[in-house]
């Protein structure tokens, strides 16, 4: 049972434009949400978070939205770049970490 | 760097053996994380420990252990190894247990090869 989903395993973006990740979960009870991005052969890094009590949290290129109502975040990251071909994890806290499958995004330049 | 060191780097070993992943958290970070990732899996929650003692438990095998020593680094022991037990284990390091607000500090992993 997966509480914390990532349904799409890849996304291909142009260079410059937006690219938009998604996650949902199921537990109403995580109380905090995190992107994690991982590039091959290293440790997942963290990128920016949200508490529940926020529902857009911005850092640079990079801002996270999170609609409570719906279980939903995204991360959305502008202008794109090619330094951001990466796997990106979501994750929800609430007794513990739980991370989503990931998503592998492709900026194309 | 996180600050996060993991040994090995490489392991590779038969079915039916033993072995140790080492983790040493960042300076100062009292809580330590182990996480598994199969080819192509998100990353799974084994387990938590906070300042030596056991905290949270994931989907952690009986045939898996860990330990958090007093100096803080951990240990996590795997034994009859089977290959599916073939994957990339992450050790990660917080400065508080889980549900504080802190991320985690991820290390570069341990590659598992089970022959």
């Known amino acids: 049972d997966q509480q914390v989903k990532q349904n799409s395993p890849s996304l291909s973006v142009q260079e410059g434009r937006i690219s938009i990740l998604n996650c949902d979960y199921t537990?109403?009870?995580?109380?905090?949400f995190l992107w994690y991005k991982k590039y091959p052969a290293e440790g997942p890094t963290f990128l920016i978070s949200?508490?529940?009590?926020?529902d857009k949290n911005e850092d640079g290129r990079f801002t996270v939205f999170l609609n409570k109502s719906a279980k939903h975040l995204s991360l959305h990251i502008v202008p794109s770049q090619p330094g951001d071909s990466a796997v990106y994890f979501c994750?929800?806290?609430?007794?513990?970490?739980?991370f989503g499958p990931g998503t592998r995004l492709s900026v194309l330049p | 760097d996180s600050g996060v060191t993991q040994t090995p780097k490489h392991l590779i070993t038969a079915t039916g053996q033993r072995v140790t992943l080492r983790c040493s958290p960042r300076?100062?970070?009292?809580?330590v994380y182990w996480y598994q990732q199969s080819l192509d899996q998100g990353l799974q929650f084994l387990i938590q420990?906070?300042?030596?003692?056991?905290?949270a438990k994931g989907n952690i095998l009986e045939r898996f252990s860990a330990q958090q020593f007093p100096d803080l680094h951990s240990e996590l022991n795997l034994s009859s190894l089977e290959l599916g037990d073939s994957a990339l284990y992450f050790c990660?390091?917080?400065?508080?247990?889980?549900?504080?607000?802190?991320?985690?500090?991820f290390g570069p992993g341990t590659r598992l090869t089970v022959l």
């Open positions: 990660a390091s917080s400065a508080r247990t889980s549900g504080g607000y802190n991320e985690q500090f």
């Open positions: 537990n109403s009870m995580f109380d905090y």
């Open positions: 949200i508490s529940s009590i926020k």
């Open positions: 994750a929800a806290v609430g007794q513990n970490f739980v």
């Open positions: 300076s100062g970070d009292l809580s």
């Open positions: 420990y906070y300042n030596g003692e056991e905290r």
